[in-house]
């Protein structure tokens, strides 16, 4: 069954240093696509990155980049020179061919000054 | 403004009583997708719908109802609310169902069944 695995809870970065957010994911489908979102404490989701399956080079999205490493079924979250407004809960996603998506649990970040 | 419109934003029912909690989109999105969102369980599919008169179950659908009866609307429906339902909901669209579209959502509705 598809699963999606985020083992930090909780992390903390310093202002203008890079953070890697964590996730893993398990699926029997080749063709899938994952996601990244973020909520800040205000409570809206906010879609931030996607990396296909097939695609062979990670994506990036300005200070956001996906660590796509297909053979360990990871797609870690990097975001670079963080800024407070960076903390926020984030959240990873993944689609298969079926169309449904499943979230993980998340990851609350704290961005200190 | 592109946007998905969820309403009411609070809601405080009692168990039993039926509600309906709205969604509208005015991007033209086929997809569009319900979640509940709990503390340590991330988000949760409930129903999802790829375009009009096609919906199918998330992994939580149980005690919802949904409809599609036109491209810009996706209603959630709860017949008998209990209180497990209680929980922060998030309706979202999504131009196509495959391929790099994210998912937009609206504000989100807190709803408290007690």
């Known amino acids: 069954a598809q699963k999606i695995t985020q083992t930090q809870p909780g992390m903390f970065v310093q202002e203008k240093e890079a953070v890697t957010l964590d996730c893993t994911y398990d699926t029997s489908d080749q063709s899938y696509g994952l996601f990244w979102y973020k909520q800040p404490s205000s409570g809206e989701m906010i879609f931030l990155i996607y990396q296909g399956s097939y695609d062979e080079q990670n994506a990036t999205e300005g200070r956001y980049s996906l660590n796509f490493q297909k053979a360990r079924k990871s797609a870690n979250l990097v975001i670079s020179a963080s800024q407070l407004g960076d903390s926020a809960m984030y959240f990873c996603?993944?689609?298969?061919?079926?169309?449904?998506?499943?979230f993980g649990a998340g990851t609350r970040l704290f961005v200190k000054a | 403004e592109a946007q998905v419109t969820q309403n009411p934003r609070y809601l405080i029912t009692v168990t039993g009583k039926k509600l309906t909690v709205t969604c509208s989109q005015n991007?033209?999105?086929?997809?569009m997708s319900w979640y509940r969102q709990d503390p340590g369980l991330g988000l949760r599919q409930i129903y999802y719908s790829m375009n009009v008169e096609v919906t199918d179950k998330g992994d939580v659908p149980e005690g919802y109802k949904v409809s599609r009866k036109e491209k810009r609307n996706f209603p959630l429906i709860l017949e008998s609310p209990s209180p497990n339902q209680t929980s922060l909901y998030f309706c979202a669209s999504s131009l196509e169902p495959t391929g790099g579209y994210g998912y937009t959502f609206g504000s989100g509705t807190r709803l408290t069944v007690v």
């Open positions: 991007m033209n999105h086929e997809y």
């Open positions: 996603a993944m689609r298969e061919t079926g169309f449904k998506t499943i």
